[in-house]
Structure formats: structure tokens, C-alpha cells
């Protein structure tokens, strides 16, 4: 196992934790272990950076870590907004229909990779899908630190509500791009 597969699998083990944190606090937002697991959800994310460094600089890209980081990332951000609809500060701000919006995107773009790489035809993150994870990374935690301690101030209420909307739509408009992506390519192979 590679340092960076190394670095991928403690990223899964700290979301469960963070997963577990999250579960435990729910009705009462519980402010100790939402500050815990704010914590939790930047270590992986900085884990995230850390891990595709080391596989770049000492060559360690394995197609094992390939897929186990994209999967480590999408546990992490579509678990968070689901676990996010049972924290009454969050459920307030987040309606349902846009973690859906996001779950959908993920499981879309999950399926048109895999079959164009079934394919042959190499389909990787876009510029879009690289600014929307690190939109959604930056809006999961700062969810997760308004509901530990911002949820009584009025302005960053909004100021959250207005995040979940740029998430949304970034989400939404990075499938889109990859969808026609997608589409231009399958056209030219004939898939």
C-alpha cells in the first residue's frame, strides 16, 4: 500500500468518525461535537490535498487509489448533506430537494465515467468538478461550524442559505458541462 492509498484510507476512517459525530449530535446540535467534527471534516479534506500530491511527486498513482480518493470524496460531501437534514440549524437553511440535486449530480457523472472508461476513453475531473468539490468542501464546513456556533446570528443564517444556493448551482452547472463532455465524446466513438 502506497503512502498516498495510506493517506486515502485514514481519510475514510476520519469521515466515519466525523459521520458518527454528526449522527450523535443531531436534535440537539450538540456544539462540542459539531466543533469535533468541523475539525474531522478539514483534516480529511486537507488529507484529500495530501494524498494526490504524494501520488503525483513519487509517481504513486495506482488505478486502486484513483478510485478509492473519488469514492473517500463523495462519501464525504454527499454524506454531510444528508447528515446535515437531520441537524435542525442545517434542515433550516438546506432543503431537501438540493441534496438531492447534489447526490443526483454525483451518481450521474460516477456513470458516465465509468462508461467511457469502460471505453477506453479517459474521462477525468474537469475544471469545474475540481472547483465544485472544493465549493462544496468549503460550504459542508462551514455548515457544520454555523450550526456549532453562528445559528442564533440572523446575517449568518443568510449568509449560509446563500452558500447552499452557490453550491447548488455550481454542482448542478459542473453536470451539465460534463454531460455535454460526455456527450461530444460518445458521439465521435459511437457509443
Not at 11 to 24: E, H, P
Not at 31 to 43: D, E, H, K, N, R
Not at 123 to 149: N, P
Request: charged content about 15%; aromatic content about 16%; glycine content about 8%.
Amino acid at each position: 500500500m502506497t503512502v498516498a492509498n495510506k493517506i486515502t484510507f485514514g481519510r475514510f476512517v476520519l469521515t466515519i468518525v466525523y459521520f458518527v459525530l454528526l449522527g450523535l449530535c443531531g436534535r440537539q446540535a450538540d456544539s462540542t461535537l459539531l466543533y469535533i467534527a468541523f475539525f474531522l471534516f478539514l483534516a480529511s479534506v486537507v488529507g484529500d490535498g495530501l494524498d494526490g500530491y504524494y501520488a503525483r511527486k513519487y509517481k504513486q498513482e495506482t488505478n486502486f487509489g484513483r478510485i478509492a480518493d473519488l469514492f473517500a470524496d463523495k462519501i464525504l460531501i454527499c454524506g454531510s448533506f444528508v447528515f446535515f437534514l437531520a441537524i435542525p440549524p442545517l434542515a433550516a437553511v438546506l432543503p431537501a430537494w438540493m441534496v438531492v440535486v447534489i447526490i443526483g449530480r454525483e451518481f450521474l457523472v460516477t456513470g458516465i465515467r465509468s462508461v467511457a472508461e469502460a471505453q477506453g476513453i479517459p474521462f477525468g475531473a474537469s475544471g469545474w468538478g475540481k472547483t465544485k468539490m472544493v465549493v462544496q468542501s468549503f460550504v459542508a464546513a462551514t455548515a457544520v461550524f454555523y450550526a456549532a456556533h453562528m445559528s442564533h446570528i440572523e446575517w449568518a443564517t443568510w449568509t449560509l442559505r446563500g452558500l447552499m444556493w452557490l453550491t447548488m448551482v455550481v454542482t448542478a452547472f459542473s453536470g451539465v458541462l460534463y454531460v455535454i463532455e460526455a456527450r461530444r465524446l460518445f458521439k465521435a466513438k459511437d457509443i
